[in-house]
């Protein structure tokens, strides 16, 4: 940015010269050139500084909207990862879930089987309620 900024500085100032004098060169098939007017000091600086801010304002601008659609980009790729990691922790969440119920119902049969039936019974409802989502 550091070096960013001569270098446009200076390209809206050359552009502001060169605006000065296309409008010179446009003026005299117009046979609007005026050789006093064309080529007074105060006119000429006048006129070039007009330009000059002009281009100044629509660099400011140009810039600033483009700043603001690479943040909107970075935010939106942010969003994307970040949603990406959440859909990884619910895939690795689910097998874990699934295996300690397992295991818990396994532990279960050995103590007392008409528990673990019903055990069993609620998960498959529960696994069932979640599929359906």
Do not use: C
Not at 54 to 79: D, G, H, T
Request: aromatic share 16%; net charge positive.
């Amino acid at each position: 940015m550091t070096r960013l900024i001569p270098k446009v500085l200076l390209s809206v100032f050359g552009l502001g010269v060169l605006m000065y004098f296309l409008r010179l060169i446009i003026s005299i098939p117009l046979a609007l050139f005026n050789t006093e007017v064309a080529f007074d000091v105060q006119n000429m600086f006048g006129l070039t500084f007009y330009y000059i801010i002009i281009f100044f304002l629509w660099s400011v601008l140009y810039f600033i909207y483009n700043y603001f659609e690479r943040y909107n980009k970075s935010l939106k790729l942010e969003a994307s990862v970040k949603e990406i990691e959440l859909q990884n922790l619910k895939s690795q969440l689910n097998p874990h879930f699934i295996f300690n119920a397992l295991n818990s119902i396994r532990a279960l049969i050995d103590e007392n089987p008409h528990k673990s039936k019903m055990a069993v019974k609620s998960a498959v409802q529960h696994f069932e309620e979640y599929a359906g989502k």
